[in-house]
């Protein structure tokens, strides 16, 4: 370390997070110190446009557009990646590695991708990349996957990781909008961007999950792998029967570890009215995780933003300034052994409860033969609604018990040929 | 540490946390080791009877009746205290941090009464005391408000964190069983002790709550200090009522900093359906924490048991080995700066919305003698609930929007003086 307890820092990128990490250190920077011992100074901060005027204040010195300024400083002891993108992060965070410098980064985009290859690059050169402000924006996730939760084998995660989804959901249910309604107010107050297809279709969630469950089932994935189906099919109808039946809608994103392998995917699924996933409103974020000791247990908070991401930051700083200071050089890291091969299962690995919305013509005769359908399948039922809507068409909602995916989705098609249904039903799956 | 990357364990105790801790090195040893690098070995446990026989089994000459066999012998790294009480794990520990060891406990009485004197010797000694399993059981929150949270200012906690009162509270609610049928149910099911009165007075969650708080707000906290109400008052009209209203009643553990000092205490309280604690069901606990960055966070899972807790110990044992691997013997730890002098403030320093649940005789005039009481008082009311009981008594249940507690008190008694009401009214705080 530089001199004493003070720990400099280089900083590469300055954009909201990076606003928000300098305005800790400016604001907190005596609490932390007296809470760590440790004294973080900023020393240089890579940017595009050093003259552009910024809400923090800091000396012009210490800005720069050569990002070696940062990587290669010898007077810098950790680089705290905050461009996002893949390039020239990947590059920069290798260059640093090398310097022997730790590595904070919040870029979730890269750590899906490449984080295997980063951390396998840390070890070789006896460093380490800390990622909690990755995903879940502040929500403590990867510090208490790696260490808190170490001694169990996890079995099972269930998250809602996805703050435009939810909120678009959150206000579909609360505020009964429709879809586009809910989308349009989420982008006013800034919870979506103009183009929010990644979000709306899971794959913002899926490199969340990519990361999460790598750390958690102790294995290397692409996020390109995983299974992803989005919110835009979820009707303010199927929120409307979901509350009927006791459910809210989410969009899911889930990992389970079956005796073959690990199935994973991001899916909406409804969530008891119970479950404490069903309490996450808004832009709010939850992980539930299942270990094999502590049972059930889970993380909830914001899961973007400036000051919680930034606070996710600032704790992976000062972990990295802790390590630092007792000069460890061969920490052993899940780096050290998630190379491990696993087995991809696909989500009709699990069994599952499935919701069915059909709109019918005709109802009374219809609904037999519904039943039959699922009953030749041996799909039992759990629950039915029906309800006459104004044009003569009939809805048929229903929950099926647990069941073999495959064989609902054969009980599915049968019902699909019946003369009387109309095409495109609106399925879920239902979180048990 | 004693030979390549194990880490030999004493341990003082083997109950039912002590027997899960051994069961874990057994069954997940191997896990833990592919995932740290570290072998912990389990190389000698304190024991009364080392005759008796044990659901985990151990080789007879790891089992000692001698303390000194364990705090004493130089071959172990990482002393275990799974006693429970004050003595003699205080005169054990203290032994254990002058031999240079460091040391893990799951003891919430001894880290309550005497965390501050013990944090500060294994500062003095360059050790390190680790009790993530003497609050919440499994559920990660030492670490979480040592680490993750260490950039910010705790504004509030808000904890449900006894799970006997709020196993209690749920099966009233959930199954309308009243306090001695649910407490009763809690007994059966190991849920409730013999004699709960320490549970069911809240004295058990001003314990833990004196650990975090003292933690979250950074200051030495004695547990006899803080205001206690315990459940035995809340009836199943209450919680009827609650539920007509859109709430839940738990048993709250809350701290907030004010900016003239930090006010604190347990009480039961009206939680709002929507809210995440209002989800925390049986068994569970959760904390919510807000953070002046973070926002709000919360951590959920099973407050107590065998497996979560020694899940929680387990994490700590490999915490404390890698501490051992770095060598690190002045990390900074919050005992060296928690002897911070703190105002504690009564609850009364926070306003709070109230809910009131009176009896009174002769309905029409009485209710109008009762709004004008509060109103003379200035307390405003947001929610009113009137119901005729069989025998001409009636019950008013009303919700006051925020007050000041002394006004409020004012007011009730005015109330109380009024003719037809009968004394003792249900009086109980509203989660904001």
């Known amino acids: 370390m530089s001199s004493g307890e003070t720990v400099k820092v280089g900083m590469l990128g300055m954009g909201t997070v990076g606003g928000g990490v300098a305005a800790i250190l400016q604001r907190n920077g005596s609490l932390l110190a007296r809470k760590t011992g440790i004294k973080l100074e900023l020393q240089r901060v890579l940017v595009r446009d050093p003259s552009r005027r910024r809400a923090v204040d800091l000396p012009p010195q210490i800005y720069t557009t050569d990002p070696e300024m940062v990587v290669k400083d010898p007077s810098i002891d950790v680089v705290v990646e905050l461009m996002g993108g893949i390039e020239p992060a990947r590059t920069l965070i290798s260059a640093a590695l090398k310097e022997n410098k730790f590595v904070v980064t919040a870029n979730k985009d890269l750590m899906a991708r490449h984080g295997q290859e980063l ?27 790696k260490h808190c939760l170490v001694a169990n084998r996890i ?108 199935a994973l995917g991001v899916h909406p699924a409804l969530v008891p009215l119970t479950h404490p996933l069903a309490t996450v409103y808004d832009e709010f974020n939850a992980i539930f995780i299942k270990g094999d000791l502590i049972g059930e247990t889970m993380f909830y908070g914001r899961g973007a933003g400036a000051l919680p991401t930034a606070s996710a930051v600032v704790a992976d700083i000062i972990d990295a300034a802790y ?78 018990h647990d069941v073999n995916e495959e064989r609902f989705y054969r009980s599915l098609k049968r019902v699909a040929r019946l003369p009387a249904i109309e095409p495109e039903p609106g399925v879920f799956r239902v979180l048990g």
Chains 1, 2 share one sequence.
Request: charged residues 20%; glycine residues 8%; contains cysteine.
């Open 119 to 145: 951390l396998q690059l840390a070890y070789c050169y006896g460093e380490d990349i800390f990622f909690e402000a990755s995903v879940g924006g502040g929500i403590p996730l990867i510090r208490p996957l």
């Open 155 to 262: 079995e099972r995660m269930v998250g809602i990781i996805n703050g435009t989804t939810n909120y678009i959901l959150t206000r579909m249910s609360l505020d009964d909008m429709d879809f586009q309604e809910a989308l349009s107010k989420a982008q006013e107050l800034g919870f979506a961007e103009a183009d929010p297809s990644n979000d709306l279709e899971g794959r913002d969630a899926a490199y969340k999950l990519t990361i999460l469950a790598g750390l958690a089932f102790d294995c290397s994935l692409n996020p390109d792998d995983l299974f992803t189906q989005g919110i835009s099919g979820v009707t303010r109808a199927d929120i409307h029967y979901a509350r009927e039946l006791g459910y809210t809608i989410k969009l899911l994103a889930v990992a389970e570890q079956m005796p073959t392998g690990l």
């Open 323 to 400: 390590s630092l200071q007792s000069g460890v050089k061969d920490r052993p890291s899940p780096g050290k052994s998630n190379n491990r091969k696993i087995t991809l299962l696909p989500l009709s690995a699990l069994s599952s409860r499935f919701y069915v919305r059909l709109q019918a013509r005709d109802l009374p005769g219809v609904f037999g033969a519904v039943a039959t359908a699922f009953g030749e399948e041996e799909v039992s039922l759990d629950m039915i609604i029906q309800k006459r809507k104004t044009n003569g068409m009939a809805e048929i909602v229903l929950v099926t």
